[in-house]
């Protein structure tokens, strides 16, 4: 249901490059990356507040931007900071959501509302932070969409409203809705996702199914070469799961390393590094600007 092919979109200092992904219905796919790696941005290019400079991002099949009024008709999208009404209660503001947005479920909302403990009474500019992050997530999900795009749904959020949304993104994902989310926290994304994406810098580091993460511990090997051009061409020659750092390469594979020793054998290498990790470690070494 979403998919992007390579997408190419420069905003300030961020930016996302050459991106490709896929999330069909029933599927969560959780963006898991530092601030500023480019998480936001991706999700304003799909919910089509962003034009794409290069590539093609597309919900439904229609293109994310010439179409963004027909895609909503069917996809809901959660900023990570919702922009509530200050003078309206949560009622009030539930009620304006529904008259603007033809997918509104009132009887979904009033379920949601006692699971995530969301107080309707209140005006908005008296909230808290977790108030008003719990009052945009129940209006978003109170929606009977087939698409969710949700920026960092568990910032700021309790444990106990933590554990609400994660049924609530279960039941979603058990009806094939089809879920984008973002997150700087591994856990949050093992609980919630069926599959995981690595984003670091703007580009996709790793991506691979929550299952595999379980199934063995990652091998990853430090690689420096003796130039940025060499290391550059290893890049290009094994093209999956690699990360370049100048000179450096970092590779995560789950399988037996002599394929990589093949393929090194063709380069001059300075130094390897290399051993079994933890998946967590593994994963959250990505997001350093320094290699551990």
Known sequence: MIRCENITREFDEDGVFDISLHVKGGESLGLLGPAGAGKSVLLRVLSGQLAADEGSASIFGLDCWSKRHQIFKKAVYAPASPALEPGLTGEEYLQFFAQYHGLFNPQKARDLSEKMDVSLTGRCAKMTHEDRKKLGLLTALSMDADVFL????????SIMAKNALVDVLAEIRGRD???LMTSHVLEEVRRTCTHVAI???????????????????QKVYHITFQSPTEAAAFASEWESGVEL???????AIPASPQPLLRTLARYEVVDLIGGREDAEEGFLRFYGDELL
Do not use: C, F
Request: aromatic share 0%; charged share 20%; no cysteine.
């Open 177 to 179: 809705a089809a879920i």
């Open 199 to 217: 984003i670091r810098r703007g580009r996709l580091v790793v991506t691979q199914p929550i299952a595999s993460l379980s199934l063995t511990r």
């Open 245 to 251: 750092i100048g000179s450096r390469a970092l590779v």
């Open 150 to 157: 949700l920026d960092e749904p568990m910032n700021g959020l």
